[in-house]
């Protein structure tokens, strides 16, 4: 297994995209820190990795508290020793106009999807230092890198997130590589209802037409690009933007 003895934290680990992620580092032998604001879907999470064989353990954790994000750092101190791989994966969606967005909506925005970001690979880095190195992967979005209507401060934070990805791949290296995934419509519990609502209007063959893969994406179609850039597979690539989209950003 290509991380047998590696120890990650992945963050938003409880549904979606975490989740995925989180099992998929778990079978390839990882021992994995689930966090994130709710301990029922963490305790789900760490329930199905230990059924498929695999090592973890929840933390509740909300990323946007400096006192909880430590406490999260200091759970892998005491259980294991180390930090190999982190994933910043929690991150919330705001869909809303430009001029009704107030600016607690915007600062709300910004402390769950960039600043945690940052907060929590500064508390960590120290510590992934210390046992030699590892991986960082950030989840941003293709709205990361192209724009949308009505999603402003969204597309804002997640454009943050990119530029954070590569002044830090320049700044860590080379004791850490720093990535970060762009997808575009991954179906998570954050998604469904606006994948209900097309599906009941008859417009979700529109939407998977968009796709040159002619379909959206799901968590699972994460998990291979995760394992990659968490892994000694691209052991040379830091600072990579990467989308993970179906193809739609050939036209965008």
């Not at 999470?45 to 059924?51: H, L, Q, R, Y």
């Not at 508290?65 to 190999?84: F, P, S």
């Not at 998977?208 to 052991?235: H, L, T």
């Amino acid at each position: 297994m290509k991380l047998d003895g590696k120890v990650a934290i992945v963050t938003g680990g409880g549904t979606g995209i975490g989740k995925g992620g989180a099992m998929a580092l778990a079978a390839e032998g990882a021992k994995v820190i689930v966090a994130g604001r709710r301990p029922e879907p963490l305790e789900e999470t760490v329930a199905e990795i230990k059924a498929q064989g695999g090592i973890a353990i929840a933390c509740p954790t909300d990323v946007t508290d400096r006192a909880q994000i430590e406490k999260l750092r200091d759970m892998a101190k005491n259980e294991w020793g180390r930090l190999d791989i982190l994933v910043n994966n929690a991150g919330s969606a705001m869909v809303k106009p430009f001029l009704d967005i107030t600016m607690e909506d915007f600062d709300y925005t910004y402390r769950i999807d960039l600043r945690s970001v940052f907060e929590v690979t500064q508390v960590m880095v120290p510590f992934m230092i210390e046992g030699g190195g590892g991986s960082i992967v950030n989840v941003s979005s293709i709205l990361g890198v192209y724009g949308s209507k009505m999603q402003s401060a969204y597309c804002s934070m997640k454009a943050g997130v990119v530029n954070l990805t590569r002044a830090l791949a320049h700044e860590l290296g080379p004791q850490i590589r720093v990535n970060c995934l762009c997808p575009s419509h991954i179906v998570t519990p954050m998604m469904q209802g606006q994948i209900d609502y097309l599906t009941a209007a008859g417009k979700i063959d529109k939407l998977n037409r968009v796709f040159p893969m002619k379909r959206v994406g799901y968590p699972e179609d994460m998990n291979g690009s995760i394992v990659f850039f968490a892994s000694d597979d691209s052991k040379w690539l830091t600072g990579n933007i990467f989308m993970i989209d179906g193809g739609m950003s050939c036209y965008v």
